[in-house]
């Protein structure tokens, strides 16, 4: 894959070149475990420090501040604390973490020893989704090389600190990807979440024990701030959102793909680096973060004052595309996996699709998100079927309405906010769809596609 | 219950992994369906019994995670993604040209045992839809043609075999 002028490749400096593999020599060669080699003489809370300085946000899904999280593990406990590296990377839209894992995993190695070492830590895990056992065997073998050389296991460089890695197959279920599913899912339990409070991870997490949950790519981040120092990482992308993200773009561009980029617009990213829309076919809406994130509609206005009072008025393209930018326009970047919907695309068979999804992964522990997906999904379908009902666009809302902010875990906002938003926006759409669709002669091929195996 | 010997190996390998041993549940539940082509009731209680678990427990996790099965599947399981980004890129036309090909239905096994083929949920290669998973193996940027080619090679080592 050429590498766009656009592109600002930190993390996925190497992945991509011809020749580099992902076997330890070729990683040494390319001054791996260096970083490593420096952060075991310096003192952990220097280290601490410089991932709080840097201002690293999670870049997960909620863009915690990576360092501010570290600093809330509870000490006083006496128990061992534990890591664990979030590689479930279900989140639809999303395919980034792929190309760590399965291209350069021993850069998530150093970044998590490193991050175990800063913060004592007693044993990292690798939670990988069932989905990707190639990247499973992958780690393996890195974890197995690494060890060789000492970079991980007993007296990891002489430093007097031992650390293992274990990585974790998951079972395809999506709310493994929810740290506090995911830490039930490795004690061996159903992966339900937990409440919170009091279950946050980082007093009550794994074995009841104090757990630090980080993505694959903030992990990878901590090697690269010590590498360059907080400052110098700081300086990339905007105050608040430092460092390069890794976009990934889906859909109705010429070129999908994944992207590390920092301080660029939205527009930037899909017209100049993914070729902006297929030939004879323009953009209608741009789902930002992730399939659970607030749709942008192509066309409207995105108007606010910034923190320093200063005035906005973007349309779609100006978006500053980071955590700031696009929160201002009313979505979040959540995971980085950007969905583009061309005028091909009926947004109501977009979200009957999306809620299939919703509606097979709620962990059914919440009545709101168990039976609210269920219905959401009976509701959708029925109109890509020409069955709607006319009350069923204020229905769509009611039941999205019911189960955001009600529930044990936040994939409640995430079955919440595409209907909320879709309706918000194209709601008009809907209405003349379920129209359209109501008449027996109407063609429901490509609308039956698009929703798929409804 | 009869595993292989490797399987054993890669289960005695997977319990001390862990500070608690329960946590071994699923590398364990793994390992036998892969030798076994499924989880048993029998299975849920060895691994009860080697875990120091209830068996229900055991079974709790089997029956909430889709990718452990108490059912038979053919040969290969086929997995073709069907969430929103492949679906626009027309996953939907590749999932239907692989079940006409076997002559089967959605989660059947074809008739001639060869494939079970499923919808999946978005497999993390959404940049490079429609793709599907053919046990291991991910098959990217698929169209109808390809999807043919992949179902060819299937029969073709399965006459071999
Ligand atoms: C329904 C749901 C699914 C999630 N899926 C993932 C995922 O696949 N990968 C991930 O890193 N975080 C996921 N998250 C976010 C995690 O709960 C957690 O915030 C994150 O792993 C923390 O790491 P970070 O601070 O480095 O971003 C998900 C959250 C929710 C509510
Ligand atoms: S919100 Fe949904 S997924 Fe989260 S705990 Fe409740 S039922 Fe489970
Ligand atoms: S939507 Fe198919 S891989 Fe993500």
Redesign the interface.
Known sequence: MAIHPKEHRIILKYADEPGYTPDIDCYMKHGGYDTLKKAVTMEKKDICEEVKNSQLRGRGGAGFPAGIKWSFVDRKSGK?VYMICNCD???????K??QIVHKDPHQLIEGIIISCFATECA?AFIYI??????GAEILNQAIKEAKEKNFVGDDILGSGYSC?I?V???????ICGEETGLIE???????NPRIKPPYFPAVLGL?MCPTIVNNVETLCNVKHILEMGAGEFANIGRPNNTGTRIW?????VKR???YEVAGITLGELIYDICGGPKDGRTIKAVIPGG?SMKILKNGERFKGKDRDGTEYDWGIEDIPLDYDGIAAAGSMSGSG?M?V?DDT?EIPV?LA??M??YS??S?GQCTPCREGSLWLKKITTRMVHGEARPEDVDLLKSVADQIEGRTICAFGFAVAWPVQSYIKKFEEEFREFAERHSHADVDRTAA??????L | MNLKPETLAEIEEAIPKYPEKRSAVMPLLHAIQKDQGLLSNGAAEWVAEKLGMEPINVLSVITFYPFFRQHKIGKRHIRVCRTLSCAMSGGAKVCDRMLSEFDTKLNGISPDGEVTIEFAECLASCGSGPVMLVDDELYENLDEAKAQEICNRIKAEAVQA
Not at chain 1, 89 to 95: D, K, L, N, Q, Y
Not at chain 1, 185 to 191: T, Y
Not at chain 1, 248 to 252: E, Q
Not at chain 1, 448 to 453: D, F, M, T, V
């Open positions: 061992p990377e279900s989140e639809p839209g999303t395919f973490d792929r044993k989704r069932e989905e990707m056992p190639k293992d274990v974790h197959r998951g079972a395809a279920a999506y899912s490795l004690e061996g339990k159903r992966a074995y990934c773009v889906s859909g109705g999908p793909g994944y399939s996996g969905m919907l695309v977009a699709n999306l299939a999804f097979h992964e962990c039956k596609e698009l929703a798929c195996n």
